[in-house]
């Protein structure tokens, strides 16, 4: 299976809406480091894959690139507005079950967050140009950020497939500026971004999680609330046709939040998202050093860049 780049991702995202309205979407991860220890040496402990990805220092490499990427379309041409990155949504921030009270009391599911997103979307000033642009412009724009064709760049994913993406354009000019290798950066994130996919899936499918499930799932339906997952009950407050009113959908997340911490649902998947995160991060070893060593060495880069002028 072969897949082509669509705008999305955690991580750092060059925005379709902005300049591109398929621009590539890549998030950070990193492949195979140089050199292994030494014979009988332990290897360092790596950070687990889920770990958090809206940091200090995601932002600011996200920033440089953005920066970048707006430097590099304004010598084709082209004006582009650096985006910042957006906070965790309530499915990174819970990727099993709600279990902050005091969130859930104020956002529910987090639906009024969703639609400022969508506003800010829709708002966007580089929708706005890139829109406005002629026919025979637009191309050239996608052209410029994204490279003629969506080749130069391959891996094959953890899961199975292949992804495809050009070494050409302002998207990989900028991360090449950043990163340094544009292959083993590629290869390496779009790798380990895979990973934290595999990772909820292996958390879910644990006997442990599926024990606790089975007492939320008694749980919720005790309070009056029918369904087989945390996911479900999310998908039916947020549902785009028909969401819960704000209180309803508000009630509905505090009782998961009760269920989660009375069938110990919350603390196992906790647990699990660790365990496994930390065996992904071993069997995948040398894809999460890479990223580790790109990222470390692109920082102090990544503040030059910042530090060279006021971004637009």
């Given at each position: 299976m072969?897949?082509?780049?669509?705008?999305?991702?955690?991580?750092?995202?060059?925005?379709?809406?902005?300049?591109t309205?398929?621009?590539?979407?890549?998030?950070?991860?990193?492949?195979?480091?140089?050199?292994?220890?030494?014979?009988?040496?332990?290897?360092?402990?790596?950070?687990?894959?889920?770990?958090?990805?809206?940091?200090?220092?995601?932002?600011?490499?996200?920033?440089a690139?953005?920066?970048l990427?707006?430097d590099?379309m304004?010598?084709?041409?082209?004006?582009?507005?650096?985006?910042?990155?957006?906070?965790?949504?309530?499915?990174?921030?819970f990727?099993?079950?709600?279990?902050d009270?005091?969130?859930?009391?104020?956002?529910?599911y987090?639906?009024?967050?969703?639609?400022r997103?969508?506003?800010l979307?829709?708002?966007?000033?580089?929708?706005?140009?890139?829109?406005?642009?002629?026919?025979?412009?637009?191309?050239?724009?996608?052209?410029?950020?994204?490279?003629?064709?969506?080749?130069?760049?391959?891996?094959?994913?953890?899961?199975?497939?292949?992804?495809?993406?050009s070494?050409r354009?302002?998207?990989?000019?900028?991360?090449?500026?950043?990163?340094?290798?544009?292959?083993?950066?590629?290869r390496?994130?779009t790798?380990?971004?895979?990973?934290?996919q595999?990772?909820?899936s292996r958390?879910?499918?644990?006997?442990?999680y599926t024990?606790?499930?089975?007492?939320?799932?008694?749980?919720?339906?005790?309070?009056?609330?029918?369904?087989?997952?945390?996911?479900?009950?999310?998908?039916?407050?947020?549902?785009p046709?028909?969401?819960?009113?704000?209180?309803r959908?508000?009630?509905?997340?505090?009782?998961?939040?009760?269920?989660?911490?009375?069938s110990g649902?919350?603390?196992?998947?906790?647990?699990?998202?660790?365990?496994?995160?930390?065996?992904?991060?071993?069997?995948?070893?040398?894809?999460?050093?890479t990223w580790?060593?790109?990222r470390?060495?692109?920082l102090?880069?990544a503040?030059?860049i910042?530090?060279?002028g006021p971004?637009?």
């Amino acid at each position: 299976m072969t897949r082509t780049s669509r705008a999305h991702r955690r991580s750092l995202l060059v925005s379709a809406a902005a300049v591109t309205a398929t621009a590539i979407a890549l998030s950070a991860a990193v492949m195979s480091g140089s050199g292994g220890p030494a014979p009988g040496e332990r290897p360092p402990p790596l950070r687990p894959i889920g770990a958090s990805s809206n940091t200090a220092d995601d932002r600011l490499l996200h920033d440089a690139e953005q920066r970048l990427l707006r430097d590099c379309m304004g010598r084709h041409g082209f004006t582009y507005r650096p985006f910042h990155l957006a906070d965790e949504s309530e499915s990174t921030l819970f990727p099993y079950v709600v279990d902050d009270a005091a969130w859930a009391r104020e956002h529910g599911y987090g639906s009024e967050l969703g639609r400022r997103q969508a506003a800010l979307a829709k708002s966007d000033p580089n929708r706005a140009y890139f829109s406005a642009l002629p026919a025979h412009r637009k191309s050239a724009a996608l052209v410029a950020a994204n490279g003629p064709s969506p080749t130069g760049l391959t891996v094959r994913l953890p899961g199975g497939g292949t992804l495809r993406r050009s070494d050409r354009g302002c998207v990989a000019e900028a991360q090449h500026r950043l990163y340094g290798d544009l292959g083993a950066w590629f290869r390496s994130s779009t790798r380990v971004n895979t990973l934290e996919q595999i990772l909820r899936s292996r958390v879910v499918a644990d006997a442990a999680y599926t024990k606790d499930l089975g007492v939320w799932q008694r749980c919720m339906g005790r309070a009056g609330h029918a369904f087989p997952t945390p996911a479900a009950a999310r998908a039916t407050a947020l549902a785009p046709a028909h969401p819960l009113p704000h209180d309803r959908e508000i009630g509905l997340a505090l009782t998961e939040v009760r269920c989660a911490g009375q069938s110990g649902l919350s603390a196992t998947a906790r647990r699990l998202d660790s365990h496994h995160g930390r065996l992904l991060a071993e069997e995948y070893r040398a894809d999460v050093e890479t990223w580790d060593r790109l990222r470390a060495a692109a920082l102090p880069r990544a503040r030059r860049i910042l530090d060279a002028g006021p971004q637009a």
